[in-house]
């Protein structure tokens, strides 16, 4: 089993609570393995839109919002950041419920002194902001296309096939995706330079990474529907992206290497000790 790490702070977006593709189990085994001082839940925590359309509450949504609240009971500071897909909390801004604080954006310091402005990032989507009927047609197409995934995963789970998204296959080979993203990266990057940011962590397009813009970083948290990522700050001000999916794949495969090196029934011992 992997060890607890504890972080300075931890950026987790697009979670997506309420859809049939949220990976809260996988989500409820990270929150079990990771703790942090601050906790920012950058955007799109809960999808209202799908919910609106067909309610999707299983047990493992709600385990994912009680550890959340647990960790803030136990000192965590929690600040939730909502997006588009939660845009109905943002009518509560600056208003502090039990143990998360909800802020439309906010600057984050890190160990080294360095600023971040913390934010979704829907504000810069034209699409969502100007185009409101595209934006929903969009997201009924993604949906759709994850449906397609499901079933087509299935299949090659059964061929014995690792896992592959044609979501992300699609964002990285269509040039008009390919082009929205850099144009966004670069976007949220001249943002962070307005508010007088040394960098910006934000979500929103389900692209995880960590990488420059116009002398300032640029951080997205990725999302927990495909490749279940998540930001984090160690005590010296050091960020990195854990994938936990690929992760634990690796933890896993570790540990049946581990067990198939026992011979079935044989308990290995150390040698007798020589005499001196």
């Known amino acids: 089993m992997p060890k607890t790490r504890k972080f300075r702070s931890l950026f987790l977006s697009d979670i997506h609570l309420g859809t049939r593709d949220c990976q809260a189990d996988l989500l409820i085994d990270f929150l079990r393995h990771h703790d942090a001082d601050t906790i920012y839940l950058v955007g799109d925590i809960v999808d209202g839109w799908r919910l609106k359309r067909h309610w999707n509450w299983p047990q493992a949504h709600n385990d994912v919002v009680q550890k959340l609240l647990r960790k803030g009971r136990k000192g965590a500071k929690l600040i939730y950041i909502p997006g ?15 143990v998360v604080e909800l802020v439309d954006r906010c600057i984050h310091v890190d160990a080294k002194g360095r600023s971040h402005l913390v934010i979704h990032g829907d504000q810069f989507d034209m699409i969502v902001k100007h185009a409101r009927v595209f934006a929903y047609l969009g997201d009924w197409a993604y949906e759709a296309a994850m449906v397609l995934n499901r079933w087509l995963n299935r299949t090659r789970r059964l061929l014995g096939l690792s896992y592959w998204s044609i979501s992300a296959w699609a964002k990285y080979r269509v040039k008009t995706a390919v082009n929205f993203i850099s144009s966004f990266e670069e976007t ?69 290497e581990e067990e198939a090196s026992v011979p079935s029934g044989v308990i290995p011992i150390f040698p007798p000790a020589k005499a001196a």
């Open 188 to 256: 949220l990057a001249l943002e962070a330079k307005r508010s007088d940011a040394d960098g910006v962590v934000c979500g929103h397009i389900h692209h995880a990474i960590i990488t420059d813009h116009h002398e300032v970083s640029y951080m997205n948290c990725g999302d927990w529907v495909e490749s279940c990522t998540a930001l984090a700050e160690d005590e010296e001000g050091n960020f990195e992206l854990l994938t936990w999916k690929e992760i634990r794949e690796e933890q896993d495969e570790a540990a049946l």
């Open 84 to 98: 588009n897909h939660d845009e109905f909390l943002r009518s509560y801004l600056g208003v502090q419920l039990g």
